[in-house]
């Protein structure tokens, strides 16, 4: 299960409350592969991410598809058509690239930069 908060820097206010950064979230071209289905009112983005990517944690790959303008919100309109993403790993793999802080390793070597997270399976 994939934690899209794990690459969200995290901010401490000086009360002592900690609060996330700003997420960016990357495009999601259209593809041939997309599918299509036409939503009911008990539908919502986290089960259509279980159905289709066997992932709820991976809702807001849908919701973000749709241009959803409420992305606070967990449900499709009612009787509209939403667009599945079957390609979920290219938008997961860019949004970890737009919001991983990690601090990128030098090797002396040959003066390559690379990030710690590279390689990590996504």
Same mark, same amino acid.
């Given at each position: ?11 401490? +206010? ?9 997420? !960016?979230?990357?495009?999601? $071209?259209?593809?041939? %592969?997309? +599918?299509?289905? +036409? ?8 089960? !259509? ?5 066997? %992932? ?10 749709? %241009? ?20 979920? !790993?290219? $938008? ?18 040959? %003066? ?11």
């Amino acid at each position: 299960m994939a934690n899209r908060y794990k690459y969200v820097t995290v901010s401490k +206010l000086s009360s002592g409350k900690r609060i996330y950064n700003t997420t !960016l979230y990357p495009k999601i $071209p259209l593809s041939n %592969d997309d +599918l299509y289905i +036409l939503c009911n009112s008990t539908d919502r983005y986290d089960k !259509l991410a279980q159905v289709y990517y066997n %992932d709820p944690q991976l809702w807001w790959i849908i919701s973000t598809a749709n %241009d959803a303008s409420s992305n606070d919100s967990l449900f499709p309109p009612t009787g509209s058509y939403v667009r599945i993403p079957q390609n979920y !790993l290219g $938008p997961l793999r860019e949004y970890i690239r737009l919001n991983d802080t990690s601090p990128t390793m030098v090797d002396n070597n040959n %003066d390559n930069s690379t990030s710690p997270s590279a390689g990590s399976g996504y």
